[in-house]
């Protein structure tokens, strides 16, 4: 199972109002990011059936579940698919993607980038406001 820390950076990270509350548009942005497509109506119906106090939204605990239904066994597999992707990108050794070394890899993918872009696509996803994308562990 995955550590709550990685689903509470998630969560805070797609709660854009700050409510302790994801409303059905935010799940269906939240899920957007990653590649996936989940209608308006489709984040409604989760919502729906993951809000156990009635009050239209996912707080923290409903979202971890809906997680944790979503991904079973298979969020462990995925996590360590992340963590080597994250590795080409994370080159100087920090632990972290910082603006260079996401300049030096798109570089070698045939997408020429300034360090200023890489600094906007790294502040779209910065948490704590760093600078720079560092991966949680699971362990941690």
């Known amino acids: 199972m ?10 805070k990270r797609f709660d854009e109002d700050g409510d302790g509350k ?9 899920v957007g990011t990653i590649g996936e497509e989940l209608l308006l109506e489709e984040a409604r119906e989760v919502v729906g059936s993951m809000d156990s106090d009635g009050d239209g939204f996912l707080g923290f605990e409903e979202f971890v579940g ?12 995925k996590m360590e698919e992340l963590r080597e992707a994250f590795r080409m990108y994370e080159m ?4 972290c993607i910082t603006p260079k070394s996401l300049k030096r890899m798109l570089s070698r993918l045939g997408e020429a980038r ?3 872009d ?3 696509m790294i502040g779209q996803f910065d948490v704590n406001g760093d600078g720079v ?8």
């Open 92 to 95: 100087d050794g920090s632990g």
């Open 2 to 11: 995955i550590n709550c820390n990685v689903y509470e950076c998630i969560f």
């Open 118 to 120: 890489c600094c906007v």
């Open 114 to 116: 300034s360090v200023e």
């Open 133 to 140: 994308l560092c991966l949680m562990s699971s362990s941690s």
């Open 22 to 30: 994801l409303s059905p548009s935010e799940l269906q942005r939240c």
């Open 66 to 77: 809906w997680m944790e239904r979503e991904t079973g066994d298979d969020l462990e597999r």
